[in-house]
């Protein structure tokens, strides 16, 4: 009984490491694509800024 105690403690602890680079791997994916949008919305401001800015004249 002791040895499946310990075993089941050892499973716990096993699914809770994997649960932890379960959620590092899924955060790395939604950090990339916030830095993708963040970098084409960058880019789509400074378009609209040269297109105003190239209109009067500067």
């Not at 499973?11 to 950090?31: I, N, T």
């Amino acid at each position: 009984m002791e040895n499946m105690a310990k075993e089941q403690e050892r499973q716990r602890r096993e699914q809770e490491k994997q649960g932890e680079r379960l959620d590092a791997l899924e955060g790395r994916d939604g950090e990339m694509w916030r830095k993708v949008v963040g970098c084409i919305i960058t880019a789509a401001i400074g378009a609209v800024l040269g297109f105003v800015f190239s209109r009067i004249g500067m």
